[in-house]
Structure formats: C-alpha cells, structure tokens
C-alpha cells in the first residue's frame, strides 16, 4: 500500500492538471526569479502566472524547503 502525499506535494497533481505545466518547471521558475522571500514569490505567481494562493504557496513552500 501506497502512504498518501502530505503537505505541500499534495497539491501537485490539481497544479498540473489546473495550469498545465509540469512541477519541474514551476519549480523552475521559483528558483531562477530574482525574488527571494516566501510571500514574495507567492504574490508573483499569483499575479504573473494566475495561480490561486493555495496552489502558489505549496509551490514556494516545497521549492524552498528543498534548497535548505
């Protein structure tokens, strides 16, 4: 049996489905924008690619969390 994603990565698959981009390359996006701090990074994908807070938020969260 399968354990079931949890957190930020539970988000993913409606991601993908809702935008039409891989992960791979939100991440991406992330990591090559000048910004740097959490909200930031936040306002700008809601405001320069559309995506909701939620969806925005588990993707700076989890991108950030793998630089650590």
Do not use: C, D
């Not at 489905?17 to 891989?22: I, L, S, T």
Request: aromatic content about 8%; hydrophobic content about 40%; overall charge positive.
């Amino acid at each position: 049996m399968t354990a079931a994603v949890k957190g930020p990565a539970s988000y993913f698959p409606s991601i993908e489905q809702k935008y039409g981009r891989p992960i791979a390359e939100w991440k991406g996006l992330i990591r090559t924008s000048p910004l740097t701090k959490h909200m930031e990074l936040v306002a700008w994908l809601k405001t320069e690619h559309g995506l909701g807070h939620g969806h925005a938020n588990a993707l700076v969260a989890h991108t950030l969390a793998e630089g650590e």
